[in-house]
């Protein structure tokens, strides 16, 4: 039988690689996933509380996983998912104590957060965390900075999500091998098996629950990593070093000529600027840097669909302690003041604002000698 009408002809040059896979590695993954969203979400009827939300959820999934030292990979739907870099030494004892505190910490957050969702007027959120470890493979794509990752591993982890109870933590059993090594599950926590999971390739994959043995009474947005506690967030630098390290500034305006005029001064001066034309790529690159990545970011006021003022509330949100710059052609700057808790008037510059004074302004908001 003929089959040439129906083969698939490949170009002899593929003219570039959306997806550029760049290495492997055996990495600790995990999957925080809202339970019946569908059914919440239908019963809110504002996109806006939609978005809030979400919003609330996620942002605070981000905020604590960063905070030791996890990297967010991607949000789907209602899901986020993320990684621990550090965790390719799997008899690194520090580290592993780090992603169960992690873990817990997540899970402990939910009452701050259901209460910041009644303050919303929207309803409380349930979830399940699930966490395997194992080889995935790391990949690029050319339309996102961020990492991706790939293999058997990110799937059997989105598979045994499944099995963990509403509001509780499931470990798969290449993770609970690990942290059995590492005499870990004698201590702080207590782990149980709670069944297997059968698929095409492990039959049968043992799943287990995680629980605290005794209740960390500690903020969970206040908690970190042990490590970077104990050292510092980059204890292989001394402090010449970090006085030498570029300055990273996100800069967000809708008009391309300013964008592109503001990013020039900028990087003149020898700043690390990294551009967004909007406040939702803004945000969403925001959630996914290390922690600390940005010092400062410079932002227009009117944009859409969200704003300069929405995208300072929500990355306040993330990040309290954020410096933050606004340059617009508005009116009214004492109401705007009012509305923003921690800016003042010498926060926001008039446009057109003058290379030298544009400068200044930021070199002092970001407590450099400003000559």
Known sequence: ?????????FPNNIPYEEIHFSSSGNYCVCFVDVVHSTEEVSKIFSATKVRKYYSIFLNSMAVISRSFGAKIVKNVGDSIIFYFPESSDSTDKEEWDDIL????????ARPIINTKLYQEGLPAINYRISADYGKVEVAKSLSSKDDDLFGA??????KINQFAPINGTVLGGDLYHVLRYLHIDKNEYQLTELGTYSSGHKFPYPVYTLREKTPNLVNPFKRTSKRLARYGSKPDLDQDQKQKSKINIMLVDDDLETRTTFSTILG???????????????????ITATPSHYDLIVSDIRMSPVNGLELYNRIRELSPSIKMLFVSALDGIDEIVSVLPGVRKSHILRKP?????????????LGLDAK
């Open 153 to 158: 591993t990110m799937n059997m982890c989105s």
């Open 1 to 9: 039988m003929n089959h040439d009408e129906h083969d698939i002809e």
């Open 268 to 286: 003149d001066e020898n700043y690390n600027v990294t551009t967004f034309g909007n406040g939702d790529d803004a945000i969403r690159n925001f």
């Open 101 to 108: 505190d992690c873990l817990q910490a997540l899970m402990d």
């Open 353 to 365: 604002v003058s290379k030298e004074y544009f400068v200044e302004t930021v070199k002092t908001t």
